[in-house]
């Protein structure tokens, strides 16, 4: 195994916060535990837990704090030592009130685990692990939780550990796959943060087309207004991979421009030969994501999708084929 390899993988754990970071250890997990199973929030949360494994005997608390939140260690140990504080108490059924622990039920828990399973073993996951002060509070946590709650889901005996980015890179293989991934969420998460920033201009044909589009569809205003505001997201998305591919692969980012005129020769071909083009817009989306997989599935693949979204609503913008002919006819 490359120690360089487990380094980067290691930084790159450490990088991602929220939802990404969880989705990055799912993976991780899933790719070397069987029977690693995740646990959805739906449809009345998730217990506690965020995986199981083992049969029920194993459970998963992920957490992915977000950095520019907690800027000192200290706010940093005290939001993960609360996070997973929470999440044991409902695990243990137990809840404060007036600062003293009294059993409270959790009635999902009996539809996550096997019936008549307890949990003896629990993985708190956090994406920084930097300081041994987390460890005390959740132990001693743990151990007045044992005492006080009725344990109907936990065994007595629980085992607690907590593991940060350097343990689980450590626990597996890194290869070539996991790094591509953990690559790609780092490169979305640049891109939706980028995103965010954007201000699209010149969008008065786009406008123009999407309320065209109301009056040609006879869809109701409220929908309209969704797709466009999709839309709109999705070209956002689009912009800012641009600029990140311009800012750091300039190769990849000349290659995107060769793919944009692609999918544009391709999209405007297919809205000509079209008598009702806004029917085509599915189609265009997927040649353009036709396109954009086979030379960047590797690099942004999870955010192809999107990109592909951005790019079609770009190119409603652009596209001389006019929706407003058929809608006045």
């Known amino acids: 195994m490359s120690n360089s390899l487990v380094f980067e993988y290691e930084q790159s754990l450490a990088s991602l916060s929220g939802k990404v970071f969880q989705d990055e250890v799912t993976a991780r997990l899933q790719a070397f535990i069987n029977d690693f199973q995740p646990v959805p929030a739906s449809p009345h949360g998730d217990a506690g837990l965020d995986a199981i494994s083992h049969r029920g005997e194993r459970a998963y608390c992920c957490y992915g704090l977000e950095h520019d939140l907690f800027k000192t260690n ?7 030592i609360d996070k997973f504080k929470s999440d044991l ?16 039920e959790n009635p999902e828990m009996a539809t996550i685990l096997p019936s008549g399973q307890r949990i003896r073993h629990i993985e708190l996951l956090p994406n920084w692990f930097g300081s041994h002060r987390i460890l005390g509070p959740i132990v001693t946590a743990v151990m007045s939780y044992v005492e006080v709650s009725q344990c109907r889901y936990v065994e ?7 593991l940060g980015p350097k343990e689980l890179a450590n626990r597996y293989a890194v290869d070539e796959v996991t ?18 920033l954007i201000t699209l201009d010149s969008t008065e044909k ?10 040609i569809t006879g869809v109701s205003e409220d929908v309209i207004l969704l797709l466009k505001k999709t839309l709109q997201v999705a070209w956002r998305k689009s912009l800012a991979l641009e ?9 990849m980012h000349r290659e995107l421009e060769a793919n944009r005129t692609r999918i544009f020769t391709r999209v405007s071909m297919l809205m000509i030969a079209s008598s009702e083009p806004w029917k ?9 994501s036709d396109l954009l997989r086979k030379d960047f599935d590797k690099l942004f693949g999870m955010l192809i999708e999107d990109v592909s979204s951005g790019e079609i609503a770009r190119l409603i913008g652009e596209c001389p084929i006019g929706w ?6």
Do not use: Y
């Open 89 to 104: 108490r409902r695990i243990f059924e137990l809840e404060f009130d007036r600062k003293k622990l009294k059993h409270s």
């Open 156 to 162: 007595k005996t629980v085992t607690v550990v907590v």
């Open 324 to 329: 407003e002919k058929s809608a006045t006819a």
């Open 179 to 196: 790094i591509a991934r953990s690559r790609q969420r780092i490169l979305i998460k640049k891109v939706e943060e980028k995103a965010k």
């Open 206 to 215: 786009f406008d123009k087309k999407m309320t065209d589009l109301e009056a």
């Open 243 to 251: 600029q990140e591919l311009s800012d750091t692969l300039p190769n």
């Open 74 to 80: 200290s706010k940093r140990e005290a939001a993960i």
């Open 280 to 288: 085509e817009l599915g189609r265009a989306t997927d040649i353009a």
